[in-house]
Nanobody, 129 residues
Framework: QMQSVESGGGLVQAGGSLRLSCAVS????????MGWFRQPPGKEREFVGG????????SYADSVKGRFTVSRDNAKSTVYLQMNNLKPEDTAVYYC??????????????????????WGQGTQVTVSS
């Protein structure tokens, strides 16, 4: 069973930066495409960004392009979300998610929650104005 643990959330002022980490155990990390999602208060979960198992392809929601960067270190079994120029509307619980690469539909739709099998417990990010 794969386990993932997010960390790095917190309170930051608008314009600031945070880096979230998601450490994965229990599986060969490079065999999994990874995604970051968020759920703002009172809203549905939404896609933030994703990265394929090799790290060669990334995908981003329009709302975060140019501000957020997804990366991964397969040797450390960790995926990262670097968030710069944060805005109050970025306030949400952030989740990482994993999709087994073999037989995956990730490349045709990395933003779909249904693509992912394993989900972390989430970490809170609060951006004050």
């Amino acid at each position: 069973q794969m386990q993932s643990v997010e960390s790095g959330g917190g309170l930051v002022q608008a314009g600031g930066s945070l880096r979230l980490s998601c450490a994965v155990s229990g599986r060969t990390f490079s065999n999994y495409h990874m995604g970051w999602f968020r759920q703002p208060p009172g809203k549905e979960r939404e896609f933030v960004g994703g990265i394929e198992g090799s790290g060669g392809t990334t995908s981003y929601a329009d709302s975060v392009k140019g501000r957020f960067t997804v990366s991964r270190d397969n040797a450390k079994s960790t995926v990262y979300l670097q968030m710069n120029n944060l805005k109050p509307e970025d306030t949400a619980v952030y989740y990482c998610a994993a999709d087994f690469a073999y037989g995956s539909n990730w490349h045709s739709g990395p933003s779909r929650p249904s693509v992912y099998t394993y989900w972390g417990q989430g970490t809170q990010v609060t951006v004050s104005s």
